[in-house]
């Protein structure tokens, strides 16, 4: 709950600016829900965490265009993957 209302781009790290904008603009482009993307965001702590994050349009009460979103972590989970992979191709 800390983090509602915090714009992202004080959560992600300068390398991934780029990356998330061009995601917003496609997001009010498409005018609707798309699909889930993975980006970094710096933690508290300093260290860079893996969200999977999901977003759709809402419209204000105003008519103003706003974008909401949901993130989840899956740092471990991505890394359970790449270790997994890593694995596969040792053996292959």
């Known amino acids: 709950s800390e983090l509602v209302g915090t714009p992202i781009l004080r959560l992600v790290p300068p390398d991934e600016h780029p990356r998330l904008i061009a995601k917003i603009a496609e997001r009010f482009a498409d005018g609707g829900e798309g699909e889930i993307f993975v980006i970094d965001i710096v933690g508290r702590n300093g260290r860079r965490r893996v969200m999977e994050v999901?977003?759709?349009i809402l419209v204000s009460p105003d008519g103003t265009p706003c974008l909401e979103g949901v993130a989840r972590d899956v740092t471990e989970r991505k890394?359970?993957?790449d270790a997994l992979a890593a694995e596969r191709a040792r053996f292959q």
């Open 79 to 81: 890394k359970a993957e």
């Open 54 to 56: 999901t977003s759709r």
